[in-house]
């Protein structure tokens, strides 16, 4: 293994004899252009080399001429024979971009699968060897092993005309459309989220990796139970069950793209690839892959490597021309889901450090790194942080109540600034919290009655508690029509399941890996909850360990943000597929530390006996 | 207020440490043990159980009124021995072979204890030789949990063995789980059904006074 020394990123990372320098940077994160694939036929990775290396090929010197005399070197064609320092044009790197949202951020070369580019057809000289495919390769500036099928070269056969200007679509190595420049039309991608409880689907321009829009829809599948389990008995018990599951979840995702390009005036037509995360069991049922070994020991997926699809298989209305890609899956029950959350977490980066990712929906993933160790497992959460299944529970939306503060009186945060409708996760967790802290809720999680908290709590906290026949209830607002808004026994108790089984879930799986709560350098809290989720309360109701609140992390809809890392730079799909495979998984639902944990967990502050 | 009728109310509201309390002073008194058991940890899961049952309770109430009525019984029980206190009967419960879903078995089992059983816990994806062990050891009744449509096989899988080892007319074979039905009980030839996990626990006691 040999140094090689990259002046321009001032950093220094091992190089092995038998990879060329291109493969070797990109593996360090240095991403240079390489539209013909590393062949050497397109001179776009050139840099500049001093040290020990292969003398300058034929391909070098024909490409780059007179500058091979100035250390000029293509990457594809170098490979070190000893340590060397290269520096590095900026016209020869991949273009980076920037994703950031709800707290996930990451830097990463901007190479989308699908890549529309322009040439202008030419007439042919005698010494244009090749067929027209050939020469469109050419002129497309496309990797070498660039392919086309059928349909599209009886296209081809009857569109280039001399003097055209057209628009080329490559997906991978596949050249799908070649048509006249229309300077309207649009290159889209779709980052999917398929989630037990909710469909988010965020809008990409692929040619400039901006957002053009998104939306979320409660999965139709709810109508036939709310979580997987209640999915997989309807899929395999029902005659037409698993039809009607992916017929529901096709309905909800279209939805979706259409409410997503509502204020654009495009169509689904300009979508040309569609990158999926999701639960095992939701990719399943969305792919129309009967899921009846995900509901039997040992859980084990059909499938869980990545997947591509045409979106006809699928039954999708975007570009017939496109892709479906399913990113990779770890087990029955933690899915791409998680690791597009990974990926958006940088989880694929050994930072030295031990980190815990919690994505929390329906199931809750939990990831814990150690160094370059990595351990997943799931625990069944239920919807409640999502909204679902609360008597006022909402998403996180306009006229979601998303935070709770306790004075005198109630402070609220609507979404929008909107008259109140319900209540969202974030809301869910700060009125648990406040309760709790005002001494309205006990340990057990029981709302208390007015008249024993008269003189105790403010006339006016208590004026807001109700009686009801299934306990007492806490009115947050009124809506529109004037009628309450309110937080029930019940939403108590749906918050005591959930938190018990993320915490018990924690707390087992740190227990395997002999890791201790208080050695965690960073707790990242992931899942659909609306942009504040306020970390204290989440402590204090004993969602997480009880750890400095500096080292815990709120990323947002990483899965989602995973989902579109891998719809605008190739790299991270190969990425992800890695971690899928490396990742070691752990079962723990139903053990006895997780059952005797898990009870514990149902209590709140110093009942916690943990 | 008695101090038994005050154990039942702590174990209801799932106070643990006072539950706790009330059942030392009990011992401490001299109350003797079957009374403290059966007015005052039965009485009090009997409610819960009923509550349950009429969905006034949901299952965090459960898990921790039970919990609170296993510290206690943990502290009653050197006095149940040496008062030769005997339990109500003996059950081996388990989620069947494929099953590891537990939360459902975990509160029938305390249902039961909370109702007089001495409870064998075989826990999760329990196979068919496992309960007929059990019975071989003295189990009465043999209860099974399925969650997922897909486990539900093994039940009868469970039953017949029970009947190639010949010991099905020795004990009684209780059912239960989201998925399983009075019907389906009846077709593998289960002795009863529990809808809920109260249900359960009744049934049980049926079964050994039928």
Known sequence: MYRVRVASDDKEIPAPDDVSLLDTLAKHGVALTSPCGGEGTCGKCRIQATGDLNPPTI?????????????????????????????????SRVPSI????????????????????????????????????????????????????????????????????YDGTIIGNRLVEVEPTDPDASVFGVALDIGTTTVVAHVIDLRTGESVGTASALNDQTHYGGDVISRINHATSMDNGLQELQDAVLTTVNRCFDMALERSDKSLSDIYEISVVGNTTMLHLFAGVYPRSLGQLPYSPVFSHGLDVP???????????????LLPSIAGYVGADTVGAMIAASFDEDTGKTRLLADIGTNCELVLQRGGELIACSTPAGPAFEGARMDYGMMAGPGAIERVEFGEDVVLRVIGDATPIGICGSGVVDIAAELYRAGILDETGRIQSADDLVGIVSPLLCGRLHEQEKGTAFEL????DGEPILF???????????????????????????????????????????????????????????????????????????????????????????????????????????????TEAMLFGDGFLM | MSQLATLAEHIINGKAPLALKATEEAIAAGTPAADIL????????????????????????????????????????????????????KVAIGTCRGDLHDIGKNLVAMMLEGAGFEVMDLGIDVGPEKFVDAVKDGAQIVALSALLTTTMPAMRDTIQALKDAGLRDKVKVIIGGAPVTQDFADD?????????AATGADKARELLSA
């Open chain 1, 59 to 91: 391909a070098e010197r024909t490409l780059l001429g007179d500058l091979v005399r100035h250390g000029f070197r293509l990457s594809c064609q170098c490979i070190p024979q000893g340590d060397i320092a290269v520096t590095i044009p900026d016209s």
């Open chain 1, 98 to 165: 920037r994703i950031l949202a709800g707290g996930a951020r990451r830097d990463v070369p901007f190479f989308p699968n699908v890549r529309r580019r322009s040439f202008t057809w030419k007439k042919l000289e005698l010494d244009d060897t090749g067929s027209q495919f050939d020469v469109v390769a050419r002129l497309l500036n496309a990797r070498a092993d660039l392919v086309i099928d059928l349909p599209e070269v009886r296209e081809l056969s009857r569109t280039l005309k001399e003097g055209q200007t």
């Open chain 1, 311 to 325: 979106p006809n298989l699928l039954g999708l209305d975007t570009n017939p021309r496109g892709n479906v890609h």
């Open chain 1, 477 to 480: 607002a009124t809506n529109d």
């Open chain 1, 488 to 598: 029930t026994q019940k939403d108590v108790r749906e918050i005591q399941l959930a938190k018990a089984a993320i915490r018990s879930g924690i707390e087992t799986l740190l227990d395997v890996a002999g890791v201790k709560a208080d050695d965690l350098n960073e707790v990242l809290i992931a899942g659909g909850f609306g942009n504040y989720l306020n970390k204290e309360n989440a402590r204090l109701l004993g969602m997480i360990p009880d750890i400095p609140l500096e080292r815990v992390r709120f990323v947002g809809n990483a899965a989602l943000v995973g989902a579109r890392l891998a719809l605008v730079s190739y790299d991270m799909r190969t990425r992800a597929a890695k971690l899928a495979h490396t990742i070691r998984h752990i079962q723990i639902a139903g053990t006895p530390n997780f059952r005797m944990r898990f």
């Open chain 2, 38 to 89: 059966q007015k005052g940890l039965i009485a009090g899961m009997q409610v819960v159980g009923e509550r349950f049952r009429n969905n006034e309770f949901y299952v965090p109430e459960v898990l921790i009124a039970a919990r609170a009525m296993k510290m206690s019984l943990e502290k009653l029980r050197p006095h149940l021995i040496d008062q030769h206190v005997e339990p109500v009967g």
């Open chain 2, 188 to 196: 593998i030839g289960a002795d009863a059904y529990g809808r809920d």
